[in-house]
Nanobody
Framework: QVQLVESGGGLVQAGGSLRLSCAAS????????MAWFRQSPGKEREFVGG????????RIADSVKGRFTISRDNAKKSFYLQMTSLNPEDTALYYC?????????????????WGRGTQVTISS
């Protein structure tokens, strides 16, 4: 079993930055992929980016490439979403997710474990 807890959301002005954290617990993650998704009211859950726990390779969605980056801290069993140049379209509930996989998957249903989400609101 894996538990995920997000933190770091908040209200930021357009052009600002935020760093989201996801703390993982429950088991070892060497064979896991960790990812960030987001969802706005009335929209489907959208893949933002992910990272392989082993090796650290990342995959970032085209919609946020160049603005968002993902990293991890093995010792803290945490991974992060650094968001810059935020705009109102980035407003959403951001979730972290985990699954056993060898590549970063972009489909929400492929992930077995989810956090409860952290709200990010960007004001214009």
């Amino acid at each position: 079993q894996v538990q995920l807890v997000e933190s770091g959301g908040g209200l930021v002005q357009a052009g600002g930055s935020l760093r989201l954290s996801c703390a993982a617990s429950g088991r070892t993650f060497s064979t896991y992929v960790m990812a960030w998704f987001r969802q706005s009211p009335g929209k489907e859950r959208e893949f933002v980016g992910g990272i392989r726990w082993s090796g650290g390779s990342t995959r970032i969605a085209d919609s946020v490439k160049g603005r968002f980056t993902i990293s991890r801290d093995n010792a803290k069993k945490s991974f992060y979403l650094q968001m810059t140049s935020l705009n109102p379209e980035d407003t959403a509930l951001y979730y972290c997710a985990a699954t056993a996989a060898t590549i970063v998957l972009s489909t929400p249903r492929r992930y077995d474990y989810w956090g409860r989400g952290t709200q990010v609101t960007i004001s214009s």
